[in-house]
């Protein structure tokens, strides 16, 4: 029922239950939910990016949806159980009514957190979408249920830039070390050079 | 920040852009539906050119300082839009 460990690799956009809940008993629900041959028919017709598994029993009702996230670092291994992911939502046409400027930074790749996916074949997804890369989540690589596309290696550098802007990490001693002229202030070697 | 000055005589800038930089609102240029550039009016580059300095040097920015008000209320909405997803009950509850 779960994705196979070699498509959840590194930009993979995979389909996972949300929300994404460590301690829910996932065995228990993709069981039942396979039992009842609901949550697979729901998969194949999803049109809005969104279905519903709900599950009883005596102990728990536990209501899960079915998101779009982007895998952001391998998880093939069998070794570690959780996998970073953020959540892919679509562009509505309110966010196209009464959020104009922030669709248009999306368009045009200017967005500092976001990015615009879902307007390729290879992402895989029905609408246009975005990444919301101001929030990272684990999610246990049980509750992801398959591939359905993936970020190509320039798309995902454009991910990396957002991610290193949304986590605060302090990249200036690379920076420093690849153009120490930014660091120092001052010109670069080659202008430093006599001419 | 290192910046480049060129003079206005060597760069074209349509009456469209001048009235949008003179309203202070940004202009992107783009090409091949991807922005190329971002225009800005000189009070506002004042305003942002810290964080631009900060950026290039690799330094960190609180990312609230990124967002605007638009990506707060995104974000609220994001968080709204499955409310009834979860534990609805528990045994005893």
């Not at chain 1, 999610?139 to 802007?165: C, F, H, P, Q, W």
């Not at chain 1, 605060?168 to 080659?190: C, F, H, K, N, W």
């Not at chain 2, 040097?57 to 994001?78: N, S």
Request: charged share 25%.
């Amino acid at each position: 029922m779960s994705a196979p460990l070699a498509d959840l690799r590194r930009g993979a956009i995979c389909i996972a239950l949300y929300p994404f809940t460590p301690e829910i008993p996932l065995d228990l629900v993709l069981r039942q939910a396979g039992s009842d041959g609901d949550l697979n028919a729901k998969i194949e017709s999803y049109d809005s990016i969104e279905a519903i598994a709900r599950i009883t029993r005596n102990e728990l009702v536990v209501q899960f949806k079915l998101r779009p996230v982007l895998v952001l670092q391998s998880g093939t291994s069998d070794q570690l159980a959780d996998v970073l992911v953020s959540r892919i939502n679509s562009i509505t046409e309110a966010h196209r009514q009464r959020r104009a400027s922030w669709v248009a930074k999306l368009e045009h790749d200017i967005h500092p957190l976001m990015l615009r996916v879902g307007h390729e074949d290879h992402h895989g997804l029905n609408v246009e979408s975005y990444i919301n890369l101001s929030s990272v989540q684990p999610v246990n690589k049980t509750a992801i249920l398959r591939r359905v596309g993936y970020l190509t290696e320039d798309e995902m550098v454009a991910v990396s830039e957002r991610l290193i802007r949304s986590l605060e990490i302090d990249v200036s001693a690379y920076v420093a070390q690849l153009r120490p002229e930014i660091s120092a202030g001052g010109t670069t070697s080659e202008q430093a050079q006599p001419s | 920040m290192n910046a480049v000055t060129i003079p206005a005589s060597s760069f074209r800038v349509p009456q469209e852009a001048r009235d949008a930089l003179n309203q202070r609102e940004a202009v992107t240029v783009v090409a091949h539906k991807r922005s190329q550039y971002v225009l800005l009016h000189p009070d506002d580059y004042a305003v942002v050119s810290p964080i631009l300095e900060r950026h290039r040097a690799g330094r960190p920015i609180p990312v609230d300082r990124l967002m605007t008000e638009d990506d707060f209320a995104i974000i609220r909405e994001e968080s709204l839009d499955a409310p009834d997803a979860g534990i609805l009950e528990a045994w005893g509850s």
